[in-house]
């Protein structure tokens, strides 16, 4: 059990840091680039009525794509109404509870 702790703690450590240093890199990119184009998020008119919450949800049965770009702001959402997107969010949530499980367990 000591010997799992020396590794597991380091690596979840080691894993915090480099998230957090890649979300800072695509976020200074992300801002060059608007720098030197602009914002270039074309909205059309019939997507402005599939964002709900106030743009937090995005739901479109006709889109057949499963992430789409956030329509303010920074980052990626998920189209609500795509395929399968109900187990793919019990899959990432679940894994961090399955961790946390196996850690609590030790």
Do not use: Q
Not at 45 to 64: H, I, M, Q, R, V
């Amino acid at each position: 059990l000591p010997v799992a702790n020396l590794l597991i703690w380091p690596c979840v450590g080691a894993l915090l840091v480099m998230s957090f240093y890649y979300l800072y890199r695509f976020m200074a990119i992300n801002n060059e680039l608007e720098a030197a184009t602009g914002n270039s998020n074309v909205e059309r008119e019939s997507e402005a009525e599939k964002w709900t919450s106030g743009g937090l949800f995005y739901y479109n049965p006709d889109d057949p794509a499963l992430i789409v770009e956030k329509r303010d702001g920074l980052g990626y959402t998920y189209n609500f109404a795509g395929k399968g997107i109900l187990l793919r969010l019990a899959f990432l949530s679940g894994v961090p509870l399955l961790v946390v499980w196996a850690l609590m367990g030790l």
